[in-house]
């Protein structure tokens, strides 16, 4: 052989490798570069998307908290709501207030109305009630503030203190003429009638 021809084949295969070698440089480490680029890029659009999955249930945990207490609230209106516009619940509430605070009711007798109002399927009025104790200072005044903040949406319009006249009572006793008004709301609720 000469020496020609046996270093045909080395350089033959030092070329092809040569251009193997370029190919796969330019070409697949090229794509391969690209395929980890596109993996970083997935990788942080995942945990995007995993961190907005966790704010959603933040989020959502708070809105339904804001929604329970919104109810609780809700409840607590219209309860003192329908508490001031039944009557029959007004009389009886006055009675249990005199009871617990150990007062005697002498007259109990609805007064004028004040306000009634409608609006937007709303209606709003004020009930008011005279009534008349007697007993002790301090029972009294725990009669007075039990009206006023155990009765649904009420308030007092005025008050008047005596002395008490009653023989029977004792000298400590005093009579007390309350006025008080009582607010019922309607319709303010979809659940509510007007």
Partial sequence: MTPRTTHAPL????SA??????AWYFGVHSRQASVD???VELESQTSEIEQGKADEAAFGAGLSAMIQRMEQESSLYR??????????VLYRGFDEAAQDAGVRVVRLEPSKGGIRT???GASIETHGFVVEVEGVFEGVMRFIRQVQYGGGMTRI????????VDTEASESSVRAIVQSEHVSVRGLFEEDGP
Wanted: charged letters at 20%.
């Fill in 11 to 14: 350089s033959l295969m030092v």
């Fill in 118 to 120: 409608e609006r937007q």
């Fill in 157 to 164: 319009k005025s008050i008047r203190l005596y002395p008490a």
């Fill in 37 to 39: 680029q596109l993996k």
């Fill in 17 to 22: 490798s040569f251009v193997v070698v370029a």
């Fill in 79 to 88: 309860a003192a709501w329908a508490h001031s516009s039944d009557a029959a």
